[in-house]
Nanobody, 119 residues
Framework: QVQLVESGGGLVQAGGSLRLSCAAS????????MSWYRQAPGKQRELVAV???????NYADSVKGRFTISTDNTKNTVYLQMNSLKPEDTAVYHC?????????????WGQGTQVTVSS
């Protein structure tokens, strides 16, 4: 069973930076996209950033210009560089990998890492 393990969360002051990492326990075949989602208390989970295997990226309007998603060469790890953090960025951040093979979609989720931004 493939596991995604996030790291890099923590407590930071507003204006600070954090870099989240998400590593797969083994290689995932036929990846379509790798993404970061976040869920704040009392709110629905929202998509923060996504990167395709071709390197195309897309961001939520609220993080454009501040966050950057990237992967390593093996595509086994996805990163989220978060700069100019704001208190409203406080949430549990989850990584997600979508794999499509044999006409089926496979969704892999990490357990999440807490990001807390103090004002």
């Amino acid at each position: 069973q493939v596991q995604l393990v996030e790291s890099g969360g923590g407590l930071v002051q507003a204006g600070g930076s954090l870099r989240l990492s998400c590593a797969a326990s083994e290689s995932i075949p036929s990846i379509n996209t790798m993404s970061w989602y976040r869920q704040a208390p009392g709110k629905q989970r929202e998509l923060v950033a996504v990167i395709t295997t071709g390197g195309t990226t897309n961001y939520a309007d609220s993080v454009k210009g501040r966050f950057t998603i990237s992967t390593d060469n093996t595509k086994n790890t996805v990163y989220l560089q978060m700069n100019s953090l704001k208190p409203e960025d406080t949430a549990v951040y989850h990584c997600h990998v979508l794999s499509s093979r044999y006409s089926l979609n496979y969704n892999y989720w990490g357990q999440g890492t807490q990001v807390t931004v103090s004002s």
